[in-house]
Each structure stands twice: as structure tokens, then as C-alpha cells.
């Protein structure tokens, strides 16, 4: 079965490359894991309001449930000394890579139809298996899983506390906002250059003018 984080980590690891990301501060596993723990014992509060202190630009930003992006942030400040959103302002600064960005948008109904084909054939390849297997393996209450589209919606299956076809209709909602926050994400780069792939009714002519835009021809 598909992996629901993978395509954000391909967008940081890109990210990392043309955009000088891993020049940021590693990571400390002894102080994340002991954020992680207290959090699921007594909630977040308290290390967001420790991150509103720090660094309220990037506290204001996000949710203060969004217990993830929380303790990333109180540890990025934990080994450098530096706020996320200094670090992140920097972040922004145009890349000296010689790069072309080219972006594939389509209609927005198609798009959400692939998105429900797309769960119907998670499923089908035996996702919630999968997730049962993560459950067994210990990790039900793993912080970056409980985030990930398709775990949380199969949990709460498992759980018993929705039949299988409510499960797979959140899946599908919760995919495509995920979806539209993508877009949205990638919207703000100036550097992508945009091709409408319903524009076209075969993949060579695509193709042919991907490499023009490369080229400087378009």
C-alpha cells in the first residue's frame, strides 16, 4: 500500500536540495521523545505557549494541537539557538541552482476523482492491514502516524467506532484537503512554471513542451 507521508518527504527532500535546507539543525531524540511522552500524557498547551514565547511568528501559523510542527520548532530553538521562522525566512531566499520548476495542475473534479480512485486501490492493496501491523508493531500512538491521512480514518475502523464505507469517505475528504493545502503550498512558489495537463491528449506533446519551458522556448 501507498505510503501517506510519502509525498511530503519527496517535497522536503527537493526542498532540501535546491533550497539549502540541510544546512538546518539536526535532531535530538532524547529531547523530542520526552516532549512526545508528556504531551500524550497532558496535551500541548504548555509547549505552545513555550513556542509562543520563543517564537510567536511561527506559533501564530499553526494549530496548538499541531503537536508535530510544535516540538520540531522547540528543537530546532533547543540546538540553535534560532527561532523556526528566522530559519525559515532564510529558507525562502531564491536558489543560485540552475533550475527549472514545472508544475502539473489539472481540472480541480478530475483531480478529486484520481484522489478517490487512488483510496479505493489503497484499500484494495490492503491498507488497513497495514495499519494493523504498525498497531501490533507498537506504534498506534506515534505523533507523525496519528497526522498522516489514511492512519487516524483506519484507526478509528479498527476501533470499531465507524463501519468500513464512513472510513473510507473520510480518507477521501481528509485526501483531498490535503490536496487543495498542497496546491496552496506550491502556489506561493513564483518559480514554478505551470502546465495544465488537461490541455493535452497525449503524453509526448507534454513532454515536448516541458522540455520547451526548459529550453527558455516558452
Known amino acids: 500500500p501507498e505510503d501517506p507521508?510519502?509525498?511530503?518527504?519527496?517535497?522536503?527532500?527537493?526542498?532540501?536540495?535546491?533550497?539549502?535546507?540541510?544546512?538546518?539543525?539536526?535532531?535530538?531524540?532524547?529531547?523530542?521523545?520526552?516532549?512526545?511522552?508528556?504531551?500524550?500524557?497532558?496535551?500541548?498547551?504548555?509547549?505552545?505557549?513555550?513556542l509562543l514565547e520563543i517564537d510567536?511568528?511561527?506559533?501564530?501559523?499553526?494549530?496548538?494541537?499541531?503537536?508535530?510542527r510544535i516540538i520540531r520548532a522547540l528543537e530546532v530553538f533547543h540546538l540553535s539557538g534560532t527561532p523556526f521562522?528566522?530559519?525559515?525566512?532564510?529558507?525562502?531566499?531564491?536558489?543560485?541552482?540552475?533550475?527549472?520548476?514545472i508544475g502539473l495542475d489539472r481540472d480541480r473534479s478530475q483531480l478529486y476523482q484520481d484522489i478517490e480512485e487512488r483510496v479505493e486501490n489503497m484499500f484494495d492493496r490492503g491498507l488497513v492491514r497495514e495499519i494493523e501491523t504498525l498497531i501490533e508493531k507498537g506504534y498506534k500512538?506515534?505523533?507523525?502516524?496519528?497526522?498522516?491521512?489514511?492512519y487516524k480514518e483506519v484507526l478509528?475502523?479498527?476501533?470499531?467506532?465507524?463501519?468500513?464505507?464512513?472510513?473510507?469517505?473520510?480518507?477521501?475528504?481528509?485526501?483531498?484537503?490535503?490536496?487543495?493545502?498542497?496546491?496552496?503550498?506550491?502556489?506561493?512558489?513564483?518559480?514554478?512554471n505551470w502546465i495544465r495537463v488537461d490541455n493535452y491528449d497525449n503524453m509526448f506533446d507534454l513532454m515536448l513542451d516541458t522540455l520547451k519551458i526548459i529550453d527558455g522556448e516558452l
Open 85 to 101: 521562522s528566522q530559519l525559515q525566512k532564510a529558507w525562502d531566499r531564491k536558489t543560485d541552482c540552475n533550475v527549472t520548476f
Open 5 to 50: 507521508g510519502h509525498g511530503r518527504r519527496v517535497r522536503l527532500y527537493i526542498k532540501a536540495i535546491i533550497d539549502d535546507l540541510d544546512k538546518g539543525p539536526g535532531e535530538d531524540k532524547k529531547f523530542r521523545k520526552g516532549i512526545e511522552e508528556d504531551i500524550k500524557k497532558n496535551g500541548s498547551k504548555k509547549y505552545y505557549d513555550r
Open 156 to 192: 478509528a475502523y479498527t476501533e470499531g467506532k465507524i463501519d468500513l464505507d464512513k472510513c473510507k469517505e473520510e480518507v477521501k475528504k481528509n485526501s483531498r484537503r490535503l490536496a487543495k493545502k498542497q496546491m496552496t503550498w506550491f502556489g506561493r512558489d513564483s518559480r514554478i
Open 56 to 68: 510567536r511568528d511561527y506559533a501564530l501559523k499553526i494549530s496548538e494541537n499541531d503537536s508535530r
Open 141 to 150: 500512538d506515534s505523533l507523525s502516524l496519528s497526522q498522516a491521512v489514511g
